[in-house]
């Protein structure tokens, strides 16, 4: 299939992504991003697509895979690292410090 026949039948079939790329994404300009990245990366592997298949189901694919690949790199992003071991060692340290000053009082009495 030559590359003009391909980017044809992927334009005849690419309007039904519009509404899955607002189902996964729930924000208009992040589904239109979504929507350009699939058709962009469905042109730059042509070579992969098999002729007689269901073109639809192969770009439903990559969609959902671009996808989940983003939102995994924003949960990656977003990631935030609790601080609790280090107040705890901090505050263990002074209560340390503090028995030990406290002990040391009472052998000066």
Known sequence: MST????QMLLNN??????????????SEAAKDLFQETLYRA???QEKYNVGTNIKAWLYTIMRNI????????????????????????NQ?????????????????
């Open 43 to 45: 042109m730059a592997n």
């Open 4 to 7: 003009v026949e391909f980017n």
């Open 67 to 90: 996808f989940i690949n983003n939102y995994r790199r924003k949960a990656k992003q977003n990631t935030i690292f609790d601080s609790t071991p280090n107040d705890f060692l901090i």
């Open 14 to 27: 690419a309007e039904f992504l519009k509404p899955f790329a607002i189902t996964l994404t729930r924000d």
């Open 93 to 109: 340290t002074q209560l340390l410090t503090a028995a030990l000053f406290v002990s040391n009082c009472v052998w000066l009495i």
